[in-house]
């Protein structure tokens, strides 16, 4: 098989890159890639449904980091191992490979979960969890077993020569010249007796097997004693076993009852809910034992899926949406799916929330939910005359006068254009502070 295409630089090496955080939080920017999420949802969108593009930086940023690896294994790399990335993913898992910090050894992980670093720990320690696999001297070793100059023919102390198979029969002639072991008699009465021996000992292990069976095992203790109770009387120690039936346990555990004491009662830990119970921080009671709520279920509480949020920051915090129109997974988010059925927030982009009608007669015909334009109140006016030069119009009515608003003062060019349609804004609307609507998802 030949080698692919091979890279010989990462990606945008020498170009304006971001680093790529692993995991989402509130403070990044809304369109900021991570390891843990990769382009947010908002980066899906079209800019004209509120939607933000991507950072070219974070693409570089993304495709350096993953060329930089394969660039490392393409040159003939091998991976080290690495504390901080131990960290990041809990542990190596087994059947990892890494190479020594010197690069003369190569250890295989044992166990999942490992971080014990084979370069700076105890020999206990690393043997535990890591298994070598290779050294930069085995080849070397294995090729002096091959060595015609490292076999011997002789016997000796060396530790890396081996002896020729010559050598090795030589030595063994030496040591017993061949005789008539299978027919010499004398050998034959000597091995009868041996036998018979043999066989001696192995009946009395026999008969000892067989009174050990009769016997009961350490498990069975005292399960012979026809009268238990007469036995504890007769050794005194009636008082003793009643006070080791009520005594409580040192090693923890949840004792139901009552608990009696003359004195204090201490101990190192203990947490009293007044009046009721006590516990230990060894054995804490679930929300449920307590009649009480979990986070989760006090947030929902506190505030309510769907519900929107005036937000100080313009960056939304993890577990909540922008209530800019965007649309949202139903089947991620059931419960925000109950609040908006068509899988879309709303948009509260520069907008005031107003109250629902709910029949009040206020503002008919609203359906919870919808959006209403803006609108300025008719403005009642009356004909006017006034005296000529007269900076105050004392007289209203006359139908040949211009129009002003009842009560007012109204300067001698006035129109009646200039007084109805005085504003200097596109929209009528009360004093206000900008906010960004967010709302839960989940």
Not at 6 to 32: M, V, Y
Not at 293 to 302: A, P, R, V
Request: hydrophobic share 30%; with cysteine; charged share 20%.
């Amino acid at each position: 098989m030949k080698n692919p295409n091979l890279i010989p630089t990462p990606f945008a090496q020498d170009g304006q890159r971001d680093d790529i955080p692993a995991t989402h939080t509130s403070e990044l920017a809304n369109q900021k890639a991570t390891w843990d999420v990769g382009f947010p949802p908002i980066t899906m969108l079209p800019v004209t449904a509120g939607g933000l593009p991507p950072s070219g930086r974070d693409f570089n940023g993304v495709l350096n980091q993953i060329s930089e690896n394969i660039v490392h294994l393409s040159k003939g790399g091998k991976f080290k191992f690495s504390t901080k990335y131990t960290e990041q993913i809990g542990g190596y898992p087994k059947g990892a490979i890494l190479q020594s910090d010197d690069e003369s050894k190569e250890y295989q992980s044992l166990i999942d979960n490992n971080k014990i670093n084979f370069n700076i720990d105890t020999p206990d320690h690393i043997d535990t969890a890591w298994k070598l696999v290779n050294t930069s001297s085995l080849i070397d070793n294995l090729n002096k077993k091959f060595n015609k100059s490292d076999v011997s023919q002789a016997t000796g102390q060396s530790t890396i020569q081996v002896m020729s198979q010559k050598a090795v029969t030589d030595a063994i002639n030496n040591k017993q010249d061949k005789g008539d072991y299978a027919t010499n008699a004398q050998l034959n009465t000597v091995s009868s007796e041996l036998n018979k021996s043999i066989n001696a000992a192995n009946t009395s292990a026999t008969n000892a097997n067989n009174n050990a069976n009769t016997r009961l095992s350490k498990s069975q203790n005292g399960a012979d004693i026809p009268d238990k109770n007469a036995f504890v009387k007769n050794l005194g120690l009636v008082e003793t076993v009643n006070k080791a039936n009520n005594a409580y346990p040192k090693s923890g555990g949840i004792v139901n009852g009552y608990v009696d004491a003359t004195g204090y009662i201490s101990g190192k830990g203990v947490y009293e809910a007044p009046g009721i119970r006590v516990y230990s921080s060894i054995n804490k009671p679930s929300p449920g034992e307590l009649g009480a709520y979990t986070i989760t279920e006090s947030n929902s509480l506190i505030v309510p899926v769907g519900v929107p949020l005036p937000y100080p920051h313009r960056y939304t915090p993890q577990g909540y949406l922008t209530c800019n129109g965007q649309t949202f997974d139903k089947s991620l988010y059931p419960k925000l799916a109950e609040a908006y059925p068509a899988g879309r927030v709303p948009d509260l982009r520069g907008e005031f929330i107003r109250g629902w009608d709910d029949s009040r007669g206020v503002d008919p015909g609203r359906v919870c939910g919808t959006w209403q334009g803006d609108s300025t109140k008719r403005i009642q006016l009356a004909a006017g005359y006034g005296n000529e030069n007269s900076y105050l119009w004392t007289y209203q009515g006359a139908p040949s006068g211009y129009k002003y608003p009842l009560g007012r003062d109204a300067i001698g060019n006035a129109t009646d254009t200039s007084i109805a349609n005085n504003t200097s804004g596109h929209e009528t609307r009360p004093r206000n502070i900008a906010f960004n609507y967010i709302v839960r998802a989940a």
